[in-house]
């Protein structure tokens, strides 16, 4: 069994910064890949940014150039740095990781409960 706790959210401004951090607790050895969705109200949960245990990642066109996604084995924890934040990045974001290697489809087995970042002009 695996478990997710997600951190890091909150409010501010566009152009601002943020790092949102997933801590990961149980049978983490059997991870290969970690993701981070969103999902705004109304909307369908959007996969944002993924890494595997080798360290390749994927982003969703839209966070290109500005979301860096990146693990600390140590820590066993999963961060997602986000820069110039635009409104519409407003959302619940949620880590993910799973023994397979999902990627930005959501068929990730283990999901955290989520932590809100809300971006206001």
């Known amino acids: 069994q695996v478990q997710l706790v997600e951190s890091g959210g909150g409010s501010v401004q566009s152009g601002g910064s943020l790092r949102l951090s997933c801590a990961t607790y149980?049978?983490?050895?059997?991870?290969?890949?970690m993701g981070w969705f969103r999902q705004a109200p109304g909307k369908e949960r959007e996969g944002v940014a993924a890494?595997?245990?080798?360290?390749?990642?994927v982003y969703v066109d839209s966070v290109k150039g500005r979301f860096t996604v990146s693990q600390d084995n140590a820590k066993n924890t999963l961060y997602l740095q986000m820069n110039s934040l635009k409104p519409e990045d407003t959302a619940m974001y949620y880590c993910?990781?799973?023994?397979?290697?999902?990627?930005?489809?959501?068929?990730?087995?283990?999901w955290g409960q989520g932590t809100q970042v809300t971006v206001s002009s």
């Open positions: 993910a990781a799973d023994s397979r290697q999902w990627w930005l489809l959501p068929q990730y087995k283990y």
């Open positions: 149980g049978y983490t050895y059997s991870l290969y890949c």
């Open positions: 890494i595997d245990s080798d360290g390749s990642t």
